[in-house]
């Protein structure tokens, strides 16, 4: 088994930063891509963003330019900074990590309004 604890989420204002953390523990022997998710009010949960154990990245259109994610693979954490925030990015954030499964976290409710 693998737990995810994310934090970092929170109120900001259009155009402010936050950045999230997401740390892996118990059986994280092999893990492999790791990534942040988001679920919107009515909407279906949307890739945001993913990064290999090598540090390949791949990003949401929606997304590309403003956040960037990294990973420490010494601390299985991984990031998203979130430059730029815009009211649609409003959302439950979702830390994802896979090996032979795929794991979740809990969620991080990010809020985007003045």
């Known amino acids: 088994q693998v737990q995810l604890v994310e934090s970092g989420g929170g109120l900001v204002q259009p155009g402010g930063s936050l950045r999230l953390s997401c740390a892996a523990s118990g059986s994280i022997f092999r893990l492999n891509t790791m990534g942040w998710y988001r679920q919107a009010p009515g909407k279906e949960r949307e890739l945001v963003a993913a990064?290999?154990?090598?540090?390949?990245?791949n990003y949401a259109d929606s997304v590309k330019g403003r956040f960037t994610i990294s990973r420490d693979n010494a601390k299985n954490t991984v990031y998203l900074q979130m430059n730029s925030l815009k009211p649609e990015d409003t959302a439950v954030y979702y830390c994802?990590?896979?090996?032979?499964?795929?794991?979740w976290g809990q969620g991080t409710q990010v809020t985007v309004s003045s």
């Open positions: 990064i290999t154990t090598r540090g390949r990245t």
């Open positions: 994802n990590a896979n090996n032979a499964l795929s794991y």
